[in-house]
């Protein structure tokens, strides 16, 4: 082993937002000059000092795309570790918001069926959760949050 195989990473912490309305879930595509840059992605970013992972998503939606959010429900968590650093990454199932959706810290915004995800491309660290919602992980979450509701 050399000295770089035994140093440790930067870990970072991250929380994203899996929106969905009427069937399809909205992606963010990140700017070029960023880490990943053109690649597509749920929305959300970093975690900062003080924050709760709740606090982090509300703020980096409303940096990045202009929305504020309300009902975010845990939904899958996982860590991925990059040549240059070790992400943790926290994803929340979010239906509702307010505001225009507007292009604020990336370059486009779409709406994509469920089904349409694959054909997209995406970061290696979100691939386990893209599996698991084309697996229909997020439809079986939904269905207990409704019934859960009523």
Request: hydrophobic residues 40%; charged residues 25%; contains cysteine.
């Amino acid at each position: 082993m050399n000295k770089e195989s035994l140093q440790e990473l930067p870990f970072v912490v991250v929380a994203a937002a899996i929106i969905y309305q009427e069937g399809k879930i909205l992606l963010t595509r990140r700017k070029l000059d960023a880490h990943q840059g053109g690649l597509w992605e749920f929305p959300g970013g970093k975690q900062e000092a003080g924050e709760t992972l709740e606090e982090c998503l509300r703020r980096e939606l409303k940096e990045e795309i202009a929305i504020e959010v309300s009902h975010l429900k845990p939904f899958y968590v996982l860590r991925h570790r990059y040549p240059d650093k070790e992400v943790e990454l926290h994803f929340f199932t979010c239906s509702r918001f307010e505001g225009t959706l507007q292009p604020l810290g990336c370059m486009e915004m779409a709406w994509v069926p469920q089904h349409e995800l694959g054909f997209y491309e995406f970061p290696a660290a979100d691939q386990a959760v893209l599996k698991a919602i084309l697996q229909g992980k997020l439809e079986q979450e939904l269905a207990t949050n409704a019934n859960a509701r009523s």
